[in-house]
């Protein structure tokens, strides 16, 4: 979050707009944003087999991802 502080000035520059900073973000919305996000997640895969890939980095400042991946076979065209 504190990076998009590093590149407000450029977001704000193009879309003419006053932005919050990332404090203002994260007190405000994240909680919200991510209650939300997590329930939309979980009735999508509600009842579907996925496949989890984890990559645990144990260097400190680097990016670590869990990724989930599903196939919704009614939508697969043969």
């Known amino acids: 979050m504190k990076k998009l502080d590093m590149i407000r000035g450029d ?30 997640q979980c009735e999508e895969l509600l009842g579907k087999s996925i496949s989890l890939v984890f990559d645990a980095t144990p260097r400190q400042g680097d990016v670590f991802n869990v990724v989930a991946r599903f196939v919704d076979v009614a939508k697969v065209k043969y």
Request: glycine content about 0%; aromatic content about 10%.
């Open 11 to 40: 977001f704000e520059y193009i879309s003419k707009k006053s932005l919050e900073r990332s404090s203002e973000l994260k007190s405000n919305y994240m909680k919200e944003i991510l209650s939300c996000e997590n329930r939309i």
